[in-house]
């Protein structure tokens, strides 16, 4: 059987897969999350060189007025934060080329990463809802939290269905 590869911009839920995957890369992993491993305490720490002034601001605002478990830093939390940084931030190099190009070799990667984010998401809202850090605003914790659900569930959708995702039948 033969398969045509479907170009990028016939694949409309791709590129929104690949802004979201530049956006956690640029942003996300290396200007937010990295944030929780470079300041170990955010009551007691000098501005680091990365992530800018600006960004570590924002992110203790953040957990000063919503997120209270992105303040405390608990070892699993921090476990996460390391996920992220070593497996996910280069994953999302890696898919950010192989979306665009529609190159079918990603697909158990993703299927891996999907499976992996969902599993840490879940365990993180748990903890929002009913764990010792649990947020005061749920609703806003929610929403800012679930694009790392919606998202790996459209990768598992795309990536499960078929071994050629990127391609159709000629």
Do not use: C
């Not at 300041?39 to 600006?54: A, C, L, Q």
């Not at 192989?98 to 879940?122: D, E, P, Y």
């Not at 609703?139 to 569930?153: D, E, K, Q, S, T």
């Amino acid at each position: 059987m033969a398969y045509k590869k479907i170009p990028l911009k016939q694949r409309p839920l791709d590129i929104a897969l690949v802004v979201f995957f530049v956006i956690n890369f640029f942003l996300v992993t290396y200007m937010i999350d990295i944030e929780q491993l470079v300041i170990t305490d955010p009551g007691n720490f000098k501005y680091p060189v990365w992530p800018p002034k600006w960004m570590v601001d924002l992110v203790h605002w953040y957990g000063r007025n919503f997120d209270p478990v992105l303040m405390a830093r608990p070892a699993w939390w921090r476990a996460t934060i390391w996920i992220d940084s070593l497996f996910f931030g280069p994953f999302y190099l890696v898919a950010t080329y192989a979306f665009i190009k529609g190159k079918n070799w990603i697909r158990f990667g993703a299927i891996i990463w999907a499976s992996v984010m969902i599993t840490n998401v879940t365990i993180i809202l748990f903890e929002e809802i009913n764990g010792q850090y649990a947020t005061p605003e749920l609703g806003r914790v929610l929403m800012a939290n679930a694009a790392w659900l919606i998202f790996p569930a459209i990768v598992l959708y795309r990536m499960w269905r078929s071994v050629h995702p990127f391609s159709k039948e000629e």
